[in-house]
């Protein structure tokens, strides 16, 4: 490989209180929260669109409530604040079902929570205009500026150019971990989770689907909540292909196909999931390319495969694919505390603790104690060696079973709602680093946001 010395270049600079890389799943709620808690804040976000991968890969949202449903005890919405006030106006406009009590295999999640993609988009988008968020949208955030251990700008790319976007706090919510690599923070790459491409499927019904699996002792999972503009539909059904033939398992399997939909539509699959594990991590870039195309000669078998298998589906049809790779991981990035699986299954909270969270992507296998809850520390978001930069989402938790709960949709929204309220008081309060920032000062920050703590914790104000 040849290499160049890229010339200094005069670019020109904006100033802000906070930014955030990355304006997906957890970012667009950093953003708002920082926002609204009076931060001039700027919204760093690659595509033409927010919502990450919320918007693109994810079936459900797991999960707003603790697991009551195995254990028989009260069911608790533990995750509320701004994510629930976003569920409530997607709810609004049509663009999620609400949440609705799964019918069967509500070990694994009580609660069922689907959405529409294209209608998450545009109330998040909606949400943070509001807020008062400059949404840089169609920017990449390419490269930092750095004063010792502070980050002190990024720099984007976009079609006008080269920009700084200088900030006094920094969240890193890109799920890459792109601002904290630039920022030389500490991470590893263990790729241990295959990336997917998620793809809607029109001209398929639900209830065909449901009818076939059911009639073949093949059924697995299954909800009923709203469907175009009607109640008690089914939203949510997943089967066990190996039922209907050891065969049809094998070929769908083959090609990395789940086998669970959500959908808030008739003849329509929102989500029908392709996988696939990288022979190398996301963050190398001919690996990724190879792995786009992967994925979509995957979808080609998948529609051939969803038209033979499912009834009436013959003329079945890909409706939408996510524009890019989804990924369950690729950098982890180093923070000062890394939460444990014993500890999630123990139900551990934790005196920093920033919300409360039940839910567990490998449930019954792990499951929180008891139908409990964790708390997820707010030194888990707090980078190693840099100053004044939070990373959120995907990117935290090493232990590959605890980062199967961290890691799930409405625990990476309410990380962002932490730690955008946590840059803003460090703003306020002329903090240099967000390790100066008070507890008690962010847990009533918190409160006031409308976040719920699940447990009797003993930094309680009297
Ligand atoms: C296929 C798949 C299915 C899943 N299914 C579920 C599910 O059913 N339920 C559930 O709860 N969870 C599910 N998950 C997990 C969950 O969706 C993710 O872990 C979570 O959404 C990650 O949120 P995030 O904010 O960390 O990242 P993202 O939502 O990916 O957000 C990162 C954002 O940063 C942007 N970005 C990246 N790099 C840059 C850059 N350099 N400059 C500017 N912007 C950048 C991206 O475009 C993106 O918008 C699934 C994950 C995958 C991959």
Redesign the pocket.
């Known amino acids: 490989m040849d290499f160049i010395i890229r010339p200094e270049q005069k670019v020109s600079a904006r100033q802000y209180d906070v930014a955030i ?7 667009v709620f950093a953003a708002i929260a920082a926002a609204r808690a009076g931060a001039k804040t700027a919204l ?4 033409g669109y ?5 918007a693109e ?7 707003f409530f603790n697991l009551w449903a195995p254990f028989g005890v009260e069911k608790r919405m533990v995750v509320r604040g701004i994510p629930e006030e976003f569920i409530q106006r997607l709810y609004q406009a049509g663009g999620c079902s609400g949440h609705n009590d799964t019918l069967m295999r509500a070990e694994y999640d009580s609660d069922t929570l689907c959405v529409d993609v294209e209608i998450y988009k545009y109330v998040a988008l909606d949400m943070l205009r509001e807020a008062g968020v400059h949404v840089m949208l169609n ?4 490269d930092v500026v750095m004063e010792g251990d502070r980050v002190a700008g990024i720099i984007t790319q976009s079609h006008e150019g080269c920009e700084a976007v200088m900030a006094k706090m920094f969240i890193d ?4 971990g ?2 904290c690599a630039r920022a030389s923070a500490p991470y590893t790459e263990p790729n241990d989770y295959s ?2 491409n ?1 793809m809607g499927v029109g001209g398929i019904d639900i209830d065909k689907y449901y009818a076939f699996m059911r009639d073949n002792g093949a059924l697995r999972e299954y909800a009923r909540g709203p469907r175009d503009g009607r109640f008690n539909q089914l939203i949510r059904v997943d089967g066990d292909w190996s039922q209907i033939s050891p065969e049809l398992k094998a070929e769908a399997e083959a090609i990395g196909m789940a086998r669970v939909t959500t959908t808030l539509h008739d003849n329509y699959f929102m989500f029908i ?1 392709l ?1 696939y594990h990288m022979p190398k991590t996301a963050t190398n870039r001919d690996a990724l390319a190879d792995a786009e195309f992967e994925l979509r000669s995957r979808q080609m078998k998948a529609i051939e495969l969803l038209r033979k298998t499912v009834p009436g589906a013959a003329n079945a049809f890909i409706a939408r694919t996510a524009p ?1 790779i ?3 991981r690729a950098r982890c990035i180093e923070c000062e505390y890394d939460i444990t699986n014993e500890e999630i299954l123990a139900g551990t909270h934790y005196s920093d603790e920033v919300f409360s969270y039940g ?1 567990h ?1 490998m449930a019954p296998r792990f499951q929180v104690k008891d139908g409990g809850t964790y708390g997820l520390p707010y030194r888990s978001m707090v980078v190693k060696n840099r100053a004044n930069l939070f990373a ?4 935290i938790t090493s232990d590959h079973n605890a980062h199967m709960s961290t ?4 625990s ?1 929204m309410a990380m ?1 709602q932490a730690a955008g309220t946590a840059a803003a008081l460090c703003v306020k309060n002329g903090l240099g680093g967000v390790r100066d920032l008070p507890y008690t000062t962010l847990y009533d920050a918190l409160k006031l946001g409308g976040v719920w703590f699940d447990a009797e914790v003993p930094y309680k104000k009297a």
């Not at 760093?44 to 595509?47: A, N, P």
């Not at 927010?50 to 919320?54: D, E, K, L, N």
């Not at 890969?57 to 999960?63: A, E, F, R, T």
């Open positions: 890389a990355g304006g997906g799943t957890g970012g760093i976000e690659s595509k927010v919502g990450g991968i919320a890969g994810g079936c459900g949202l797991h999960s920017t990449v955030v390419a919510a890109t799920g890459y792109d601002l990336c997917a998620s999931k996988n890019t989804t990924i369950r839910f992507d959120i989402g995907m990117m890691r799930n949709t409405v990476c962002g």
